[in-house]
């Protein structure tokens, strides 16, 4: 990455872009001892997978592109376990932050939260227990539930989605490659839970912002274990 930076930089470029990689030489030595660690304390039925998904706007500060960001998690009452993460650069620039929210929350459900959905309902199948079949109801239609949630800190975002279609995006099929009709048909979907998100539990910002503050920076280190 920093031999891609190094090209075409000015001298003072270079000798930022040393200092950028020794104080993070210098955080890697001094967080040697930091850890994921997972808790279980919970039954298989009583677990959601949950998507934290986020994105910044124009943090690239050389073609002024966003960032997409999203964390995939078991989460239940006394369970906290950390499956994948991603980190992108979206390839085109958002014309706001709601379109870079958008692309990002496609990105990750496509990428990283539908295919671990597929695999997590094999194992509530496989291990959850089944309720006893109500009236009108199939053996199958009784086996557990399997709750699926989006965390976004984006009001807009949300009702996008949910709606399926925004006037000020239309070009997004074009430019991003976003299918509207096929995110919002994900979202509205029976199994997924689109939910908002306040932006200070949002565990996604830790991929995607920039911080200088050590106790914002340890607050989602916490949230992200």
């Excluded at 006394?78 to 958002?94: F, G």
């Excluded at 979907?189 to 050590?214: G, K, P, S």
Aim: glycine content about 6%; aromatic content about 6%; proline content about 4%.
């Amino acid at each position: 990455v920093y031999k891609r930076q190094w090209h075409g930089r000015s001298p003072d470029g270079q000798g930022r872009a040393i200092k950028q990689l020794h104080r993070l030489i210098c955080y890697a030595l001094e967080t040697l001892d930091w850890n994921l660690e997972a808790c279980i304390g919970d039954p298989v039925e009583a677990l959601s997978l949950v998507l934290y998904c986020d994105a910044d706007f124009a943090g690239d500060h050389k073609d002024s592109t966003s960032t997409s960001g999203a964390v995939v998690a078991l989460v239940g009452p006394n369970s906290y376990v950390p499956i994948s993460a991603m980190c992108k650069t979206q390839k085109v620039t958002p014309h706001s932050s709601t379109e870079a929210e958008i692309v990002a929350l496609d990105y990750a459900l496509h990428n990283e939260g539908l295919p671990i959905l597929t695999f997590w309902e094999e194992i509530v199948q496989l291990f959850g227990r089944r309720k006893q079949p109500g009236q009108g109801e199939t053996p199958s239609s009784a086996s557990p539930l399997v709750t699926f949630i989006i965390a976004e800190d984006t009001e807009a975002a949300i009702k996008i989605a949910l709606k399926g279609r925004c006037p000020t995006m239309r070009h997004i099929h074009r430019t991003h490659r976003v299918d509207m009709d096929r995110l919002h048909e994900t979202c509205t979907n029976e199994t997924v839970q689109l939910r908002y998100i306040n932006t200070h539990a949002q565990t996604a910002d830790i991929l995607t912002q920039h911080f200088t503050r050590i106790d914002t920076w340890q607050q989602l280190c916490r949230l992200l274990n």
